[in-house]
């Protein structure tokens, strides 16, 4: 691949180290990269500054940006085979599992439905006044006003599980409410960040207003964290990597997006242990357990863990594990040599803490080349089990027994991650309450939704702020108040 940037409206060639991008399913060479160096990355910054500051964007109307992006979202959609060809052989993800629809479709319907979102969302509010403030001092009417304006210089980090959703919902609405965006993907899965470079010029974005960066190690994602040039930092990954991040923008006080890692609960009430085993499946064949908000522990009445277990080890069984490209394929590689080792570390922590192993647990032997783990089934004693409390991002999922929905809700809580959460029961009633008691940014209460206009976002260690709907499009704007007399 020539072209390993895009700086200023113009797609240029890396200066810096040369690395390869590895098919996870069988460690084939994808492409060999040459990423930019420290240098183009300050010009990367340099060129959204000037784009940014010279108002050659910011200063459109809300209607004239979302004219372009709409012209930038059909670009995008015009690629679609080429993105789903990256996120099975960048990626690993299976081409025939359903998350492909979070690696294209949902995603590029996204990109459509957030334009709508934001021209939804008035430029200026009015706060409440009570009546008593709306005169002042002297005897005139007051109004006193909010208003929203683009940020500046945005920095967009993705992440490598799905590459394209979590670019996109930094840049879009980075982008619509007319801030200078700089993408700077994952080194895992860097060529579909190319493709925002590709629809940028297609959509006529002007120079300089979206900027895109690959490298291969961490020296440009420093600069562009810390450099006092960019505003807000939108971030998606581990929790390690975002405090870093956190700590990285604080000398200049950078607005911050962070959205983290997660380690979920699902809590099966009694009349709906039956859907359990199911939803064990789901974990492990969603993207081989490589989803933030997967629900990763399963809480069940301890009178019926055991036939839960069983049931699920027998669906965990069948599961067809193999390389992304194969339409059989149901749980295909992890990302890594590293990621298989982390899965292995838990495990073991799992045994050594009182766990024990039902199915899986290891490599695949049948095998020998690609980043595989079979489909786990973890046995705990309790939520204080390292594999209860850690984020593993493998197909490995744990099986708790509780005494009542009280002690479930209590494990469920006892986390230091807060992302998403989900209770199922055919007592809807009862389902609310356990769900409107487990703090997370997130509770799925017999359904789930991906939504342009419903938001996600963390709470504890899992993250700051909120992506999607109208706070992940407020998110990217300054708030001021004008009070006029």
């Given at each position: 691949?020539?072209?390993?940037?895009?700086?200023?409206?113009?797609?240029?060639?890396?200066?810096?180290?040369?690395?390869?991008?590895?098919?996870?399913?069988?460690?084939?060479?994808?492409?060999?990269?040459?990423?930019?160096?420290?240098?183009?990355?300050?010009?990367?910054?340099?060129?959204?500054?000037?784009?940014?500051?010279?108002?050659?964007?910011?200063?459109?109307?809300?209607?004239?940006?979302?004219?372009?992006?709409?012209?930038?979202?059909?670009?995008?959609?015009?690629?679609?085979?080429?993105?789903?060809?990256?996120?099975?052989?960048?990626?690993?993800?299976?081409?025939?599992?359903?998350?492909?629809?979070?690696?294209?479709?949902?995603?590029?319907?996204?990109?459509?439905?957030?334009?709508?979102?934001?021209?939804?969302?008035?430029?200026?509010?009015?706060?409440?006044?009570?009546?008593?403030?709306?005169?002042?001092?002297?005897?005139?009417?007051?109004?006193?006003?909010?208003?929203?304006?683009?940020?500046?210089?945005?920095?967009?980090?993705?992440?490598?599980?799905?590459?394209?959703?979590?670019?996109?919902?930094?840049?879009?609405?980075?982008?619509?409410?007319?801030?200078?965006?700089?993408?700077?993907?994952?080194?895992?899965?860097?060529?579909?960040?190319?493709?925002?470079?590709?629809?940028?010029?297609?959509?006529?974005?002007?120079?300089?207003?979206?900027?895109?960066?690959?490298?291969?190690?961490?020296?440009?994602?420093?600069?562009?964290?810390?450099?006092?040039?960019?505003?807000?930092?939108?971030?998606?990954?581990?929790?390690?990597?975002?405090?870093?991040?956190?700590?990285?923008?604080?000398?200049?006080?950078?607005?911050?997006?962070?959205e983290l890692g997660g380690k979920s609960a699902q809590i099966f009430l009694p009349d709906s242990v039956d859907k359990a085993p199911m939803h064990g499946r789901i974990v492990c064949v969603a993207h081989a357990g490589q989803g933030c908000a997967l629900g990763t522990r399963i809480f069940v009445p301890e009178q019926k863990k055991a036939e839960v277990l069983e049931a699920t080890a027998a669906l965990l069984a069948k599961i067809k594990i193999g390389p992304a490209n194969d339409p059989a394929t149901e749980t295909g590689p992890v990302i890594s040599a590293a990621q298989v080792a982390r899965c292995e570390h838990f495990v073991a922590a799992a045994i050594k803490h009182g766990g024990r192993v039902v199915i899986g647990g290891k490599r695949p032997a049948h095998l020998d080349r690609g980043y595989y783990f079979e489909p786990t089934l973890l046995d705990l004693p309790d939520n204080t089990n390292p594999a209860a409390q850690e984020e593993i991002f493998g197909p490995v999922v744990a099986v708790i027994g509780y005494r009542d929905l009280d002690h479930a809700v209590a494990m469920a809580n006892d986390s230091k991650f807060g992302l998403s959460g989900y209770v199922h029961g055919l007592d809807k009633a009862t389902a609310l309450k356990v769900g409107l008691a487990i703090r997370s940014g997130t509770v799925n209460v017999n359904a789930g939704v991906v939504s342009a206009w419903a938001s996600m976002g963390g709470i504890k260690m899992s993250g700051v702020s909120r992506e999607r709907g109208i706070e992940g499009v407020r998110a990217f704007q300054q708030m001021s108040v004008l009070n006029l007399g």
């Open positions: 691949m020539e072209h390993t940037g895009f700086i200023d409206g113009r797609l240029v060639a890396g200066r810096g180290n040369r690395f390869k991008v590895e098919n996870p399913s069988d460690e084939s060479l994808v492409a060999e990269l040459v990423g930019l160096s420290p240098t183009q990355v300050e010009e990367s910054i340099a060129a959204a500054r000037r784009a940014f500051d010279d108002g050659r964007w910011s200063r459109r109307s809300a209607r004239e940006r979302a004219e372009i992006m709409r012209k930038f979202a059909k670009a995008l959609a015009a690629r679609a085979d080429r993105l789903q060809e990256l996120a099975v052989l960048e990626a690993g993800c299976p081409v025939s599992s359903s998350v492909m629809g979070a690696q294209v479709s949902t995603p590029l319907r996204h990109a459509a439905e957030v334009i709508d979102v934001y021209l939804s969302l008035p430029e200026v509010e009015e706060n409440p006044l009570p009546m008593h403030e709306r005169i002042g001092m002297m005897g005139q009417p007051v109004q006193s006003i909010r208003r929203y304006d683009p940020l500046g210089v945005v920095t967009a980090i993705s992440a490598y599980n799905v590459p394209l959703f979590t670019a996109l919902w930094k840049v879009v609405p980075g982008l619509l409410t007319g801030n200078s965006v700089i993408l700077r993907p994952n080194p895992f899965t860097p060529i579909s960040a190319m493709i925002f470079a590709e629809a940028a010029i297609e959509a006529g974005l002007p120079e300089g207003v979206l900027n895109v960066v690959i490298e291969s190690g961490l020296d440009g994602a420093l600069k562009l964290t810390t450099d006092p040039a960019v505003d807000m930092v939108s971030f998606t990954g581990s929790c390690a990597v975002g405090a870093k991040v956190a700590e990285q923008s604080a000398p200049t006080l950078k607005r911050l997006v962070l």
